[in-house]
Nanobody, 123 residues
Framework: QVQLVESGGGLVQAGGSLRLSCAASSRTFSTYAMGWFRQAPGKEREFVAAISWDGGRTYYANSVKGRFTISRDNAKNTVYLQMTSLAPEDTAVYYC????????????????WGQGTQVTVSS
């Protein structure tokens, strides 16, 4: 079992940057692959980025590739999402999630979710 708490969301102008953090309350955090998903109003929750348990592999949605960077610090039980060149279409609630499987791209593979943090990008 792992509990996840996101932080770092807020209001930013287009072209700006934000860094999201997700703190995990598990002694076995380093055994979980971690993902970030987002959900805009009226839309399905979609995959944004994921990182393997050791940070050695990262995965990105095409829409954020080159702009977002996922990383983790296993000593701090924390995963990050650095977001740059933000655009209004990035506006959404961002969720972090944890999984013990290798299917890191699929929402259904993640049994553990945080409560989400709102990111709003103004034009």
């Amino acid at each position: 079992q792992v509990q996840l708490v996101e932080s770092g969301g807020g209001l930013v102008q287009a072209g700006g940057s934000l860094r999201l953090s997700c703190a995990a309350s598990s002694r076995t955090f380093s055994t979980y692959a971690m993902g970030w998903f987002r959900q805009a109003p009226g839309k399905e929750r979609e995959f944004v980025a994921a990182i393997s348990w050791d940070g050695g592999r990262t995965y990105y949605a095409n829409s954020v590739k080159g702009r977002f960077t996922i990383s983790r610090d296993n000593a701090k039980n924390t995963v990050y999402l650095q977001m740059t060149s933000l655009a209004p279409e990035d506006t959404a609630v961002y969720y972090c999630a944890a999984t013990e499987t290798t299917g890191v791209l699929a929402r259904a593979e993640y049994p553990y979710w945080g409560q989400g943090t709102q990111v709003t990008v103004s034009s």
